[in-house]
């Protein structure tokens, strides 16, 4: 495949995001019969983590939620470090940042769905020191308290999925308790307690663009931490840039790619690549030209702003 084949095949990501999130979001919950049994699938699977922030208690969950398995090693009675879930969660990091954000995780997708509904929308320009919250939860909540806070026989629990993962809730808890009458009944102030949360971040996500993976998701923690160093980048050609600011008012998650092409909370979307109008802006995986200059083939952009 020549260069320019494989720079118009790496575009069709940001035409068609949309696509690959929906497909994104049924291949990691692909077990669908389980929904209408209330049952979980319990498979080999569940021993690989997905990329994306998706609850293992679903019933159609196809692999293991990167952060709950992560938060299962550390909250274990015998704790011993992890290089599986821990080297999962680098790799996945390294490879494609916060790509997977942007493009393969189900409850970012459901945020963006919900921010389509027809009502006023809120800038966040002026709330980007929250965006280091979701670093405090990483460290307190994923990592510190299942740690510290253990019960009789050493075990810590899940903090993070426990008390504050909405995901849980619209994908674990609700399904199955339609499903399957046992749970329903079991339900009790916990479930009430995240059904609030669930609704406070719904209720956001149609005035404020992804709310939860700006401020409280610690799983886009993880990936914003490498997505400086990820195989996949964000290129800005300095040759064509007008410096027009055009991107910078399209972007959502409020980063200005000009200045920072690798910004951790740049989630790939291709929202300033389609705003461009001299096709300054593309997608680049692997490392080089880590400039920026006569990164991008204008031909080439161009055919995404159309």
């Avoid at 720079?7 to 497909?23: D, E, G, N, P, S």
């Avoid at 769905?113 to 980007?128: A, E, Y």
């Avoid at 849980?168 to 102030?189: D, H, K, Q, T, Y």
């Avoid at 040759?239 to 980063?255: Q, T």
Wanted: with cysteine.
């Amino acid at each position: 495949m020549d260069k320019k084949k494989k720079t118009k095949k790496i575009c069709f990501l940001a035409r068609f995001r949309w696509l690959i999130q929906a497909a994104a979001a049924v291949l990691t919950n692909i077990h669908l019969p389980n929904f209408f049994k209330g049952t979980l699938y319990q498979g080999k699977g569940k021993y690989a983590c997905v990329p994306g922030l998706n609850c293992y208690s679903c019933p159609g969950a196809a692999g293991a939620c990167p952060i709950g398995a992560f938060q299962a090693v550390i909250g274990s009675s015998k704790f011993k470090f992890s290089y599986y879930i821990t080297g999962s969660l680098i790799l996945m990091g390294v490879l494609l940042g916060r790509f997977i954000c942007g493009f393969l995780c189900p409850f970012g997708w459901l945020q963006e769905l919900l921010h389509k509904i027809p009502v006023p929308k809120l800038s966040t320009r002026k709330l980007k020191p929250l965006r280091y919250l979701k670093y405090v939860i990483l460290a307190v909540f994923v990592i510190m308290l299942p740690l510290i806070v253990v019960n009789e026989l050493g075990m810590g629990d899940p903090f993070f999925c426990k008390y504050i993962c909405p995901q849980g809730v619209v994908e674990g808890a609700i399904p199955l308790a339609i499903a399957n009458e046992g749970i329903r009944s079991a339900l009790g102030a916990l479930f009430s307690w995240k059904t609030g949360v669930l609704l406070a971040v719904v209720t956001a996500s149609m005035f404020i663009y992804r709310p939860f993976c700006k401020w409280i998701c610690p799983l886009g923690a993880v990936y914003a931490l490498l997505n400086h160093v990820s195989l996949f980048q964000m290129k800005v050609d300095k040759s064509k840039c007008v410096s027009c600011g055009a991107c910078a008012k399209a972007c959502k998650m409020d980063v200005d790619i000009t200045k920072s092409p690798n910004h951790s909370e740049c989630i790939r979307c291709g929202m300033c690549m389609k705003s461009c109008p001299t096709g300054a802006i593309c997608y680049k995986y692997g490392f080089g030209n880590k400039s920026g200059d006569k990164a991008c083939n204008s031909d080439e952009t161009k055919e995404i702003t159309k």
